[in-house]
């Protein structure tokens, strides 16, 4: 359960902010209630152009209590304008595991006022 919240944990939060190659090293923790269940640093090269990106490398899990392993995760993703104030996203992403691989989706709209 608690590599399940980290997994959702690095799967909800934000894509990359500069165009071309990056690195990205993000740290995720994830909580049930007050609850500590780990973090997960993802350590990703990616790319990114227009309105998409895609990223991976290793990511070092430390669930509470546990020993911390490392695993390979990544994800791609991106966006597209519908009116000039409403656009659409999407995410998909991965991570291995031990014993399953752990996979997860994003998509919303954002509205800027």
Do not use: C
């Not at 090293?25 to 090269?45: K, L, R």
């Not at 990223?55 to 430390?62: C, E, H, K, L, R």
């Not at 990544?74 to 009116?83: E, R, S």
């Amino acid at each position: 359960m608690k590599k399940i919240i980290a997994i959702l944990s690095a799967a909800a939060l934000g894509a990359p902010a500069i165009a071309g190659p990056y690195v990205n090293v993000e740290a995720n923790s994830g909580w049930s209630g007050t609850n500590y269940g780990g973090t997960v640093i993802d350590n990703h090269v990616g790319f990114e152009r227009d309105n998409w990106y895609i990223q991976a490398g290793p990511s070092i899990v430390s669930p509470d209590g546990g020993d911390s392993t490392v695993e390979l995760s990544g994800k791609a993703g991106g966006g597209v304008p519908l009116t000039d104030k409403l656009g659409a996203y999407g995410e998909v992403s991965f991570m291995t595991g031990e014993d399953n691989n752990g996979y997860g989706t994003k998509l919303g709209l954002k509205y800027s006022f």
